[in-house]
Protein backbone atom coordinates (compact mmCIF):
# COMPACT_ATOMS: atom_id res chain seq x y z
CA UNK A 1 0.00 0.00 0.00
CA UNK A 2 1.06 3.51 -0.89
CA UNK A 3 1.71 6.06 2.36
CA UNK A 4 -0.65 8.15 3.60
CA UNK A 5 -0.23 11.26 4.71
CA UNK A 6 -2.72 13.87 6.57
CA UNK A 7 -3.57 17.77 5.47
CA UNK A 8 -5.12 19.41 8.83
CA UNK A 9 -6.87 22.32 8.21
CA UNK A 10 -6.66 23.51 11.80
CA UNK A 11 -10.32 24.57 11.69
CA UNK A 12 -11.96 26.54 14.55
CA UNK A 13 -15.50 25.15 15.79
CA UNK A 14 -18.54 26.87 17.01
CA UNK A 15 -18.12 27.31 20.65
CA UNK A 16 -14.22 26.70 20.45
CA UNK A 17 -11.04 29.12 19.50
CA UNK A 18 -7.21 29.32 18.04
CA UNK A 19 -5.71 27.51 20.89
CA UNK A 20 -7.87 24.26 20.83
CA UNK A 21 -7.82 24.11 16.89
CA UNK A 22 -3.53 24.08 16.76
CA UNK A 23 -3.76 21.60 20.25
CA UNK A 24 -6.34 19.28 18.30
CA UNK A 25 -4.06 19.48 15.51
CA UNK A 26 -0.95 18.58 17.38
CA UNK A 27 -2.90 15.64 19.19
CA UNK A 28 -4.07 14.45 15.73
CA UNK A 29 -0.09 14.14 14.93
CA UNK A 30 0.58 12.06 17.75
CA UNK A 31 -1.86 9.61 16.86
CA UNK A 32 -1.37 9.44 13.38
CA UNK A 33 2.48 8.82 14.33
CA UNK A 34 1.52 5.56 15.76
CA UNK A 35 -1.16 4.76 13.41
CA UNK A 36 1.47 4.63 10.57
CA UNK A 37 1.01 7.84 9.00
CA UNK A 38 3.88 9.65 6.63
CA UNK A 39 3.32 12.89 7.24
CA UNK A 40 1.15 15.70 8.67
CA UNK A 41 1.00 19.47 6.77
CA UNK A 42 -0.57 22.19 7.51
CA UNK A 43 -1.81 25.39 5.10
CA UNK A 44 -1.11 29.02 5.43
CA UNK A 45 -4.62 31.04 4.86
CA UNK A 46 -5.21 34.38 5.78
CA UNK A 47 -8.13 36.38 7.12
CA UNK A 48 -10.64 33.17 7.69
CA UNK A 49 -12.46 32.67 10.88
CA UNK A 50 -12.57 29.14 10.85
CA UNK A 51 -9.10 28.35 9.94
CA UNK A 52 -6.21 28.65 12.89
CA UNK A 53 -2.61 28.31 10.79
CA UNK A 54 -2.10 31.47 9.29
CA UNK A 55 1.12 31.39 10.91
CA UNK A 56 2.32 28.26 9.17
CA UNK A 57 5.93 27.82 10.99
CA UNK A 58 5.04 28.64 13.99
CA UNK A 59 1.85 26.48 13.75
CA UNK A 60 4.27 23.70 12.50
CA UNK A 61 6.76 23.75 15.15
CA UNK A 62 4.05 23.46 17.74
CA UNK A 63 2.97 20.26 16.16
CA UNK A 64 6.54 18.77 15.40
CA UNK A 65 7.21 19.52 19.06
CA UNK A 66 4.82 17.33 20.00
CA UNK A 67 5.66 14.41 18.22
CA UNK A 68 9.21 12.16 17.52
CA UNK A 69 9.03 10.51 13.51
CA UNK A 70 6.51 11.80 11.73
CA UNK A 71 7.15 14.16 8.91
CA UNK A 72 5.79 17.82 9.38
CA UNK A 73 5.44 20.47 7.23
CA UNK A 74 3.41 23.16 4.93
CA UNK A 75 0.87 22.35 2.46
CA UNK A 76 1.52 24.72 1.68
CA UNK A 77 3.18 27.96 1.98
CA UNK A 78 1.96 30.75 -0.17
CA UNK A 79 5.19 31.96 -1.77
CA UNK A 80 4.46 34.80 -3.35
CA UNK A 81 2.74 36.82 -0.08
CA UNK A 82 6.40 36.70 1.36
CA UNK A 83 10.19 37.01 0.81
CA UNK A 84 11.95 33.67 -0.33
CA UNK A 85 14.89 34.42 2.21
CA UNK A 86 12.37 34.90 5.18
CA UNK A 87 10.67 31.59 4.66
CA UNK A 88 14.76 29.91 4.60
CA UNK A 89 15.06 31.36 7.29
CA UNK A 90 11.87 30.03 9.12
CA UNK A 91 12.14 26.46 8.10
CA UNK A 92 16.11 26.34 8.13
CA UNK A 93 15.17 27.21 12.01
CA UNK A 94 12.67 24.24 11.42
CA UNK A 95 14.72 21.92 10.25
CA UNK A 96 17.61 22.57 12.71
CA UNK A 97 14.93 21.69 15.46
CA UNK A 98 13.62 18.71 14.14
CA UNK A 99 15.66 17.51 11.46
CA UNK A 100 15.07 15.07 8.73
CA UNK A 101 11.23 15.68 9.72
CA UNK A 102 10.44 19.09 7.61
CA UNK A 103 8.93 19.69 4.43
CA UNK A 104 8.53 22.49 2.63
CA UNK A 105 4.65 22.52 -0.07
CA UNK A 106 5.03 25.60 -2.30
CA UNK A 107 2.14 27.50 -3.98
CA UNK A 108 1.19 30.11 -5.96
CA UNK A 109 -2.23 31.53 -4.86
CA UNK A 110 -1.95 34.18 -2.57
CA UNK A 111 -4.54 31.87 0.23
CA UNK A 112 -6.84 34.98 1.06
CA UNK A 113 -8.42 37.53 -0.90
CA UNK A 114 -6.85 40.73 -2.21
CA UNK A 115 -7.75 43.56 0.44
CA UNK A 116 -5.59 40.81 3.18
CA UNK A 117 -2.87 40.39 -0.10
CA UNK A 118 -2.56 44.60 0.17
CA UNK A 119 -2.29 44.06 4.45
CA UNK A 120 0.45 41.70 3.74
CA UNK A 121 2.29 43.95 1.92
CA UNK A 122 2.81 41.76 -1.06
CA UNK A 123 1.64 43.13 -4.76
CA UNK A 124 -0.57 40.77 -7.05
CA UNK A 125 2.10 40.63 -9.03
CA UNK A 126 3.82 38.95 -7.08
CA UNK A 127 2.94 35.34 -7.97
CA UNK A 128 4.66 35.97 -11.72
CA UNK A 129 8.42 35.45 -10.22
CA UNK A 130 6.89 32.52 -8.31
CA UNK A 131 9.52 29.91 -10.63
CA UNK A 132 12.31 32.37 -9.95
CA UNK A 133 11.48 32.74 -5.96
CA UNK A 134 11.42 28.71 -5.75
CA UNK A 135 14.83 28.45 -7.18
CA UNK A 136 16.13 31.44 -4.79
CA UNK A 137 14.55 29.49 -1.82
CA UNK A 138 15.87 26.43 -3.12
CA UNK A 139 19.56 27.72 -3.37
CA UNK A 140 19.28 29.12 0.04
CA UNK A 141 18.63 25.31 1.44
CA UNK A 142 22.11 24.44 -0.23
CA UNK A 143 25.17 24.20 1.57
CA UNK A 144 26.82 27.48 1.05
CA UNK A 145 29.33 28.79 -1.32
CA UNK A 146 33.17 30.34 -0.31
CA UNK A 147 32.49 33.95 -0.40
CA UNK A 148 28.73 34.03 -0.20
CA UNK A 149 27.92 37.23 1.34
CA UNK A 150 23.92 36.54 2.34
CA UNK A 151 23.01 33.49 3.75
CA UNK A 152 19.74 32.61 4.97
CA UNK A 153 21.08 31.59 8.50
CA UNK A 154 20.26 28.98 10.31
CA UNK A 155 18.82 27.42 6.26
CA UNK A 156 22.26 26.62 4.26
CA UNK A 157 23.05 22.83 4.16
CA UNK A 158 19.69 22.03 5.83
CA UNK A 159 18.20 20.53 2.07
CA UNK A 160 14.56 21.33 3.53
CA UNK A 161 12.74 18.93 0.53
CA UNK A 162 10.67 21.08 -1.68
CA UNK A 163 7.46 20.38 -2.95
CA UNK A 164 5.15 22.31 -5.64
CA UNK A 165 1.30 22.58 -5.02
CA UNK A 166 -0.76 22.68 -7.41
CA UNK A 167 -4.81 22.73 -8.85
CA UNK A 168 -3.77 23.35 -12.03
CA UNK A 169 -0.98 22.45 -15.19
CA UNK A 170 1.06 25.34 -14.10
CA UNK A 171 2.08 23.63 -11.24
CA UNK A 172 2.82 20.58 -12.51
CA UNK A 173 5.20 21.98 -15.52
CA UNK A 174 6.86 23.57 -12.88
CA UNK A 175 7.19 20.96 -10.61
CA UNK A 176 8.64 18.30 -13.88
CA UNK A 177 10.95 21.11 -15.00
CA UNK A 178 12.66 21.80 -11.47
CA UNK A 179 12.64 18.00 -10.78
CA UNK A 180 10.32 18.32 -7.65
CA UNK A 181 7.45 16.05 -5.73
CA UNK A 182 4.07 17.42 -6.75
CA UNK A 183 0.69 17.52 -4.63
CA UNK A 184 -2.34 18.04 -6.32
CA UNK A 185 -5.21 19.97 -4.38
CA UNK A 186 -8.05 17.40 -5.68
CA UNK A 187 -9.53 17.94 -1.99
CA UNK A 188 -11.06 21.13 -3.28
CA UNK A 189 -10.47 21.31 -7.12
CA UNK A 190 -10.76 17.87 -8.67
CA UNK A 191 -11.55 18.47 -12.43
CA UNK A 192 -7.85 19.08 -13.66
CA UNK A 193 -6.44 15.89 -11.46
CA UNK A 194 -5.56 13.91 -14.41
CA UNK A 195 -3.78 16.30 -17.10
CA UNK A 196 -2.02 17.78 -14.47
CA UNK A 197 -0.48 14.77 -13.48
CA UNK A 198 -0.52 13.24 -17.06
CA UNK A 199 1.70 16.57 -17.84
CA UNK A 200 4.31 16.28 -14.47
CA UNK A 201 4.92 12.20 -15.72
CA UNK A 202 5.66 13.21 -19.14
CA UNK A 203 8.08 16.21 -18.77
CA UNK A 204 9.82 15.38 -15.88
CA UNK A 205 13.62 15.82 -15.87
CA UNK A 206 15.31 13.82 -12.21
CA UNK A 207 17.37 16.37 -10.25
CA UNK A 208 19.64 16.07 -6.93
CA UNK A 209 16.32 15.82 -4.68
CA UNK A 210 14.03 13.38 -6.85
CA UNK A 211 15.43 11.30 -9.45
CA UNK A 212 11.71 10.08 -10.97
CA UNK A 213 8.38 11.99 -10.39
CA UNK A 214 6.76 11.90 -6.88
CA UNK A 215 3.07 12.73 -7.21
CA UNK A 216 0.66 13.13 -3.93
CA UNK A 217 -3.19 13.57 -4.37
CA UNK A 218 -5.16 15.60 -2.29
CA UNK A 219 -8.62 13.44 -1.11
CA UNK A 220 -11.13 13.77 1.38
CA UNK A 221 -11.95 11.00 3.45
CA UNK A 222 -14.67 11.00 5.97
CA UNK A 223 -15.24 7.05 7.75
CA UNK A 224 -17.45 6.11 9.83
CA UNK A 225 -19.39 2.43 11.55
CA UNK A 226 -21.73 3.35 8.95
CA UNK A 227 -22.40 4.76 5.35
CA UNK A 228 -25.00 6.59 6.83
CA UNK A 229 -22.87 7.98 10.28
CA UNK A 230 -20.35 8.99 7.48
CA UNK A 231 -22.46 10.76 5.35
CA UNK A 232 -24.09 12.84 8.62
CA UNK A 233 -20.39 13.88 9.38
CA UNK A 234 -19.77 14.83 5.92
CA UNK A 235 -21.78 17.68 6.10
CA UNK A 236 -19.74 19.54 8.24
CA UNK A 237 -17.37 19.88 4.67
CA UNK A 238 -20.22 20.36 2.46
CA UNK A 239 -21.60 23.16 4.66
CA UNK A 240 -17.77 24.90 5.04
CA UNK A 241 -17.49 25.06 1.33
CA UNK A 242 -21.61 26.11 0.81
CA UNK A 243 -19.89 29.11 2.44
CA UNK A 244 -17.60 29.60 0.29
CA UNK A 245 -19.77 30.75 -2.13
CA UNK A 246 -22.17 32.22 0.36
CA UNK A 247 -19.02 34.88 0.57
CA UNK A 248 -19.21 33.94 4.70
CA UNK A 249 -16.44 31.66 5.19
CA UNK A 250 -17.37 31.18 9.20
CA UNK A 251 -16.16 29.06 11.51
CA UNK A 252 -16.46 25.10 11.34
CA UNK A 253 -20.23 23.50 12.18
CA UNK A 254 -21.74 20.92 13.65
CA UNK A 255 -22.94 17.97 11.51
CA UNK A 256 -26.48 18.14 10.70
CA UNK A 257 -29.17 15.27 9.68
CA UNK A 258 -30.10 16.44 6.37
CA UNK A 259 -28.14 18.63 3.98
CA UNK A 260 -30.83 19.10 1.61
CA UNK A 261 -32.00 22.02 4.01
CA UNK A 262 -29.13 23.93 4.21
CA UNK A 263 -28.48 24.66 0.56
CA UNK A 264 -29.64 25.49 -2.48
CA UNK A 265 -29.34 24.05 -5.79
CA UNK A 266 -27.42 26.16 -7.33
CA UNK A 267 -25.05 25.82 -4.40
CA UNK A 268 -25.47 21.89 -4.05
CA UNK A 269 -24.07 21.77 -7.91
CA UNK A 270 -21.18 23.77 -7.20
CA UNK A 271 -20.58 22.14 -3.85
CA UNK A 272 -20.69 18.79 -5.52
CA UNK A 273 -18.21 19.91 -8.36
CA UNK A 274 -15.27 21.18 -5.57
CA UNK A 275 -16.14 17.97 -3.35
CA UNK A 276 -16.20 15.35 -6.45
CA UNK A 277 -13.11 13.08 -5.39
CA UNK A 278 -14.51 12.67 -2.00
CA UNK A 279 -14.67 9.19 -0.23
CA UNK A 280 -17.75 8.84 2.36
CA UNK A 281 -18.95 6.03 3.98
CA UNK A 282 -18.20 2.59 5.73
CA UNK A 283 -14.33 1.32 6.19
CA UNK A 284 -16.07 -1.10 3.19
CA UNK A 285 -16.77 1.62 1.49
CA UNK A 286 -13.95 3.65 1.57
CA UNK A 287 -11.31 1.13 1.13
CA UNK A 288 -13.22 0.43 -2.15
CA UNK A 289 -13.08 4.14 -3.36
CA UNK A 290 -9.15 4.50 -2.18
CA UNK A 291 -7.89 1.88 -3.84
CA UNK A 292 -10.06 2.92 -6.94
CA UNK A 293 -8.72 6.79 -6.60
CA UNK A 294 -4.80 4.70 -6.56
CA UNK A 295 -5.79 2.74 -9.66
CA UNK A 296 -6.95 5.32 -11.72
CA UNK A 297 -4.02 7.94 -10.53
CA UNK A 298 -1.06 5.66 -9.83
CA UNK A 299 -0.74 8.39 -6.50
CA UNK A 300 2.61 7.79 -5.07
CA UNK A 301 1.36 9.10 -1.75
CA UNK A 302 -2.85 10.45 -0.72
CA UNK A 303 -2.73 13.13 1.60
CA UNK A 304 -6.09 13.05 3.46
CA UNK A 305 -8.59 15.68 4.71
CA UNK A 306 -10.72 14.36 7.13
CA UNK A 307 -12.71 17.75 7.91
CA UNK A 308 -14.94 16.28 10.81
CA UNK A 309 -16.58 18.51 13.35
CA UNK A 310 -15.88 16.48 16.88
CA UNK A 311 -12.45 16.18 17.29
CA UNK A 312 -12.67 12.53 18.51
CA UNK A 313 -14.80 11.29 15.79
CA UNK A 314 -12.32 12.93 13.67
CA UNK A 315 -9.55 10.83 15.04
CA UNK A 316 -11.68 7.86 14.70
CA UNK A 317 -12.09 8.78 11.32
CA UNK A 318 -8.22 8.90 10.85
CA UNK A 319 -7.83 5.68 12.78
CA UNK A 320 -10.26 3.70 10.76
CA UNK A 321 -8.85 4.79 7.30
CA UNK A 322 -5.62 3.58 8.74
CA UNK A 323 -6.86 0.31 9.69
CA UNK A 324 -8.30 -0.33 6.18
CA UNK A 325 -5.40 0.76 4.05
CA UNK A 326 -2.64 -1.09 7.01
CA UNK A 327 -4.53 -3.64 8.08
Given at each position: ?9 A??R ?12 R ?15 L ?6 A ?34 P ?11 Q ?9 L ?15 RS ?7 P ?27 N ?8 S??G ?6 L?L ?22 R ?12 M ?11 E ?5 F ?13 A ?21 Q ?21 AL ?24 F ?9
Amino acid sequence: MIPLSILDLARIREGSNAKEALDNARDVAAHAERWGYNRIWLAEHHNMAGIASSATSLAIQHVAAGTSTIRVGAGGIMLPNHAPYVIAEQFGTLAQLYPGRIDLGLGRAPGTDQLTLRALRRSPQASDTFPQDVLELQAYFAEAEPGQRIQAIPAAGTNVPLWILGSSNFGAMLAAELGLPYGFASHFAPEMLLPALSIYRNRFKPSEQLPRPYAMVGVNIVVADTDEEAKRLFTTQQMSFTSIFRGARGLSQPPIDDIETYWTDMEKAQVQRMLARAIVGSPATVKAGMQALVEETGADELIIVSDVYEHGKRLRSFELIADLWFG
